[in-house]
C-alpha cells in the first residue's frame, strides 16, 4: 500500500518539478524565476524524504535538510542581488 | 508494520504530494507575481510538510523510536517560508512597480516605509 502512494508521490512531485522548469524557463520577471527555484528546492526536499521512505533508510535525512538551508540562504541571496545589485556590502 | 500505520502514511503521502502539485500548478496559473507567491508558499510548504510527516511515522513505526530530523526540517521550512515570500515580494515592488500608480496611498503620516527612508528623529532617538 505504500509502494502505490510512494508511486503516486513521486510522480506528483515529478510534475510539480517539471511546472516549475516551465516558469524558471519563461517567468516573465527576475522574482518569477527565483521563486520558481525557491520552488523546485521545496519540491526536492519532498522528493528525497519520499527517496528515504522508499529506500527503508534515515541517511537522507542530512541531505534533505542540508538543501533546505542553502535553497533558503540561495534565495535570500537573489533578493538581495536584486534589490541593492550587491549581494554582501 | 500495522495496517493503521500503512493507511496513515499512504494517505499523508497522497495528501502532501497533491498540495505539492496544487502549489506549482498555482506557479504555472496564477496571472502575475503577487498572486503567484501565494501558492508556493503556502500549499508547497505543506505538502513537504505532509510528507515529513509520513517518513516521520514510518520510521517510528519501523524501528520503534521518535525522530526529530524531519520535524527540524519542517520548522525549518515553515520559519523560512515567509521570510522568502515577504523578500521576493519586496523586490518585486521595488522593480516592477510603480508606487504613484500601483499602491493606494498610505494612511500614516510618511508614505509606504519599504520605499520611504526612516524619519531622521526617530532614527536619532533610537
Known amino acids: 500500500m505504500i509502494g502505490y502512494a510512494l508511486a503516486f508521490g513521486f510522480s506528483a512531485i515529478s510534475l510539480a518539478l517539471l511546472f516549475n522548469l516551465w516558469r524558471l524557463a519563461c517567468g516573465p520577471t527576475m522574482t518569477d524565476r527565483v521563486l520558481a527555484v525557491d520552488t523546485m528546492v521545496t519540491n526536492t526536499i519532498a522528493l528525497i524524504v519520499l527517496f528515504g521512505i522508499d529506500q527503508g533508510t534515515t541517511m537522507y535525512f542530512e541531505a534533505a535538510l542540508l538543501f533546505a538551508m542553502f535553497g533558503f540562504v540561495s534565495t535570500v541571496a537573489y533578493c538581495k542581488f536584486l534589490l541593492r545589485g550587491d549581494v554582501i556590502e | 508494520?500495522?495496517?493503521?500505520?500503512?493507511?496513515?502514511?499512504?494517505?499523508?503521502?497522497?495528501?502532501?504530494?497533491?498540495?505539492?502539485?496544487?502549489?506549482?500548478?498555482?506557479?504555472?496559473?496564477?496571472?502575475?507575481?503577487?498572486?503567484?507567491?501565494?501558492?508556493?508558499?503556502?500549499?508547497?510548504?505543506?505538502?513537504?510538510?505532509?510528507?515529513?510527516?509520513?517518513?516521520?511515522?514510518?520510521?517510528?513505526?519501523?524501528?520503534?523510536?521518535?525522530?526529530?530530523?524531519?520535524?527540524?526540517?519542517?520548522?525549518?521550512?515553515?520559519?523560512?517560508?515567509?521570510?522568502?515570500?515577504?523578500f521576493l515580494g519586496k523586490a518585486y515592488l521595488h522593480h516592477y512597480v510603480d508606487p504613484e500608480k500601483a499602491l493606494p496611498p498610505a494612511r500614516g503620516k510618511y508614505g509606504w516605509s519599504t520605499f520611504v527612508a526612516a524619519p531622521e528623529e526617530e532614527s536619532d532617538a533610537d
Open chain 2, 1 to 86: 508494520m500495522s495496517m493503521t500505520h500503512e493507511v496513515v502514511i499512504s494517505l499523508m503521502i497522497v495528501i502532501g504530494a497533491t498540495f505539492a502539485l496544487i502549489g506549482s500548478w498555482g506557479l504555472v496559473k496564477l496571472p502575475d507575481l503577487m498572486t503567484r507567491l501565494h501558492a508556493p508558499t503556502k500549499a508547497t510548504t505543506l505538502g513537504v510538510g505532509g510528507a515529513l510527516l509520513a517518513s516521520m511515522i514510518y520510521f517510528m513505526a519501523l524501528e520503534g523510536k521518535m525522530s526529530i530530523h524531519e520535524l527540524l526540517i519542517s520548522l525549518f521550512l515553515f520559519l523560512t517560508a515567509p521570510i522568502t515570500a515577504n
